[in-house]
């Protein structure tokens, strides 16, 4: 059975950082899919980042580039997301997914496995 646990969500003021962790179970995340999604109120969910197979293939929003790091840890089976430079607008559920075969890149349908959500607030 997959199972992904988020933490390290928190709230911050703009301009500082956070670090959110995902453990992963019963699923090889040293050669497949994971990425990290996110949601406000009222809005759809959205892709952040991806990180797939051996060769460390990234993929990020254009709303996060620069700012984000997605990474993993195959000894910790866990993967990794460094948010610095944080604005209001980052603000949201932040859910990490994994994949069954192929890159999801950053759609959300695409996924076939979810955690439960770490809620990141940013204040101005």
């Known amino acids: 059975q997959v199972r992904l646990v988020e933490s390290g969500g928190g709230s911050v003021q703009a301009g500082g950082s956070l670090r959110l962790s995902c453990v992963v179970s019963?699923?090889?995340?040293?050669?497949?899919?994971l990425g990290w999604f996110r949601q406000a109120p009222g809005k759809e969910r959205e892709g952040v980042a991806n990180?797939?197979?051996?060769?460390?293939?990234?993929i990020y929003a254009d709303a996060v580039k620069g700012r984000f790091t997605i990474s993993r840890d195959n000894d910790k089976k866990t993967i990794y997301l460094q948010m610095n430079s944080l604005k209001p607008e980052d603000t949201g559920m932040y859910y990490c997914?994994?994949?069954?075969w192929g890159n999801g890149a950053l759609v959300a349908a695409a996924y076939d496995y979810w955690g439960q959500g770490t809620q990141v607030t940013v204040s101005s």
């Open positions: 019963g699923y090889n995340i040293r050669r497949n899919c």
């Open positions: 997914a994994a994949k069954s």
């Open positions: 990180i797939y197979d051996t060769g460390e293939t990234t």
